[in-house]
């Protein structure tokens, strides 16, 4: 049985406080959503099955180029980290897994990263690479790039981390290795476009030559800008697609919500790749401007919404071999990251279960009439339902807390690590 770092006591003092007032929700909403022909307990079984895995890195305080102000009790380490991740699915019940990145998890011997994470009902999705930073003792620079160097000396180095990686997620018992590449130039002429993304390309090809199996997924991330403002490597899925195309079927691409322009419309985005057979999975966030970072669902829950509809509508297609894979990946410069983590973890299940209400008959129905004002609406009055009370019915049945967040305040949990973690220090910038 897994160590629980919360008294379940508490949670069944707070669970039995709100029991009522769910009970009462909970059978209102069967009973309008009976009356459209849903079957409450069918559509409870569909979101209880949603799981997102939390990223290590998610459980810190997170940063501006100005500034950080970490919390108290941050964790110093991957052992902290689990223990924070344990705890965020104890209470929430959506998130079994953890995404770890090295070298920041760094550790002698992986397999008691393995071991503790068993202790604490934990398991272990894609792991990530870093060659966006120099590392202590680093022979070579990725100053100027990593995977697209024209240095075959520094490629050779970035495909050795990458493939240390692996080595690292086979240990854990993961199935996929996470590419986000920082490559790319901010002046024009600085470097060959066309020779930089064919030796990302050629790269990332020696490291789907190393994943363990046919089991393995690589999935590559994109990113618009930043930190190479004049042009990055991989600056849009097309680019990313054409990579995973050349690199073979264990590639795939990876959409990050916040990877994108202001306005992109990211659920077309996500249906070309799920077309293309080659859509691998998500790191879910918000975002205002560019990379914010921001909690999912928290600036823009419609966006997440229609990205879920896309998501329910292949599944129903059976339009894909296997479903993508749904991570979080956030950075909380104000929050409790925990908190922050549980209640994204919420916002992504309430976005699928609204797109589970969508009728779909209606909606082909419409769509072929051309009929725009009623297949909109159709849309939006799925996504109109309050699913609250199913979100915190599937918790509470799991052993949850029907509010993770109350639940999570009164344990105390913080305020405990606190005393025992070392005390983290703030800095003039940076980005975590």
């Known amino acids: 049985m897994a160590e629980l770092l919360i008294d379940p006591g508490i949670i069944e003092a707070h669970n039995r406080q709100e029991a009522g007032g769910l009970a009462q929700d909970y059978e209102a909403l069967s009973r309008s959503l009976a009356r459209r022909g849903i079957d409450c307990e069918a559509l409870l079984h569909?979101?209880?099955?949603?799981?997102?895995?939390?990223?290590?890195?998610?459980?810190?305080?997170?940063?501006?180029?100005?500034?950080?102000?970490?919390?108290?009790?941050?964790?110093?380490?991957?052992f902290d980290k689990l223990e924070d991740c344990a705890v965020i699915q104890q209470l929430g019940r959506a998130t079994p897994r953890v995404s770890l990145h090295f070298p920041w998890d760094e550790v002698a011997d992986m397999a008691t990263v393995s071991a503790r994470g068993q202790e604490l009902g934990l398991g272990f999705d894609a792991v990530n690479s870093n060659t966006f930073q120099d590392q202590p003792g680093q022979a070579l620079s990725y100053k100027f790039g990593?995977?697209?160097?024209?240095?075959?000396?520094?490629?050779?180095?970035?495909?050795?981390?990458?493939?240390?990686?692996?080595?690292?997620g086979a240990v854990l018992g993961a199935r996929a290795l996470t590419i986000w590449l920082a490559d790319g130039s901010n002046f024009a002429g600085q470097s060959h476009l066309a020779r930089a993304f064919e030796r990302y390309v050629e790269s990332v090809s020696a490291i789907e030559?190393?994943?363990?199996?046919?089991?393995?997924?690589?999935?590559?991330?994109?990113?618009?800008?930043?930190?190479?403002?004049?042009?990055?490597?991989?600056?849009?899925?097309?680019?990313?697609?054409?990579a995973a195309q050349a690199v073979g079927h264990r590639a795939r691409c990876l959409v990050d919500l916040g990877h994108h322009a202001p306005s992109t419309n990211i659920e077309l985005i996500v249906a070309r790749l799920i077309s293309a057979g080659k859509l691998g999975g998500f790191h879910l966030n918000d975002s205002r401007f560019g990379d914010d970072d921001l909690d999912a669902g928290s600036v823009?829950?419609?966006?997440?919404?229609?990205?879920?509809?896309?998501?329910v509508d292949a599944e129903q297609r059976q339009a894909w071999d296997e479903a993508p894979a749904l991570m979080l990946d956030q950075s909380h410069n104000l929050t409790d990251p925990i908190e922050s983590l549980m209640?994204?973890?919420?916002?992504?299940?309430?976005?699928?279960?609204?797109?589970?209400?969508?009728?779909?008959?209606?909606l082909a129905e419409l769509q072929a009439r051309n009929d725009a004002a009623m297949a909109a609406e159709t849309l939006r009055r799925?996504?109109?339902?309050?699913?609250?009370?199913?979100?915190?019915?599937?918790?509470?049945?799991?052993?949850?807390?029907?509010?993770?967040?109350?639940?999570?305040?009164?344990?105390?949990?913080?305020?405990?690590?606190a005393a025992r973690r070392p005390l983290s220090t703030g800095s003039g910038g940076g980005i975590v």
Do not use: M
């Not at 995977?147 to 080595?167: M, P």
């Not at 823009?300 to 998501?311: A, G, H, I, K, T």
């Not at 799925?382 to 999570?408: H, K, M, Q, S």
């Open 46 to 78: 569909k979101v209880s099955a949603l799981e997102i895995a939390v990223p290590s890195w998610g459980v810190g305080t997170g940063g501006t180029r100005f500034a950080r102000f970490p919390g108290p009790g941050e964790p110093a380490d991957i």
């Open 146 to 168: 990593s995977l697209s160097h024209a240095d075959a000396e520094v490629r050779a180095q970035a495909i050795a981390h990458n493939i240390d990686c692996i080595r690292k």
């Open 382 to 417: 799925a996504f109109r339902t309050d699913v609250t009370p199913l979100l915190a019915e599937a918790r509470r049945r799991a052993g949850g807390a029907i509010e993770p967040v109350g639940a999570y305040r009164l344990s105390g949990y913080r305020k405990r690590v």
């Open 300 to 311: 823009d829950p419609f966006r997440l919404f229609l990205v879920f509809n896309e998501l």
């Open 343 to 362: 209640l994204s973890a919420d916002a992504a299940r309430r976005a699928h279960a609204q797109a589970l209400l969508v009728d779909r008959a209606q």
């Open 209 to 242: 030559a190393a994943l363990p199996d046919e089991s393995w997924r690589l999935l590559l991330e994109y990113k618009n800008f930043e930190p190479a403002f004049y042009a990055t490597v991989v600056q849009d899925w097309g680019s990313c697609l054409l």
